[in-house]
């Protein structure tokens, strides 16, 4: 068994819209546990970041049909809930594209 040290586990953080200073600073900290760090985000903060993967070009037939489907019933907004799911189909993506199978959200 390896040790956790030697493991080498993607770290994913995704974000949309914009580049906040606690967005750095989440990324700086994980780079320094982890070799591979990986910002998913869009054209707001595509060079915020070594290792980005660009979300606004590319097609997500899955979230599309979800946003059809979706009916709001949390006491947060909807814009907040849409921009939760939308991660997992994005990561779901990455995760396909890049043929990986593990990873740390």
Sequence with gaps: MKSIETL?????IAYFGG??????FALKSAANFNNTV????DDTNKSFWRNHWNTTLVRFDK????QKCYVHMSTN??????A???RFFCLEKWMKEK??????C
């Design 8 to 12: 080498e586990i993607p770290v994913i």
């Design 19 to 24: 580049k906040p200073n606690y967005l750095k």
């Design 38 to 41: 990986v910002l998913i985000g």
């Design 63 to 66: 979230y599309e049909n979800f």
């Design 77 to 82: 907004s909807q814009k907040f809930e849409i």
């Design 84 to 86: 939760c799911f939308r």
């Design 99 to 104: 043929n990986e199978k593990k990873y740390f």
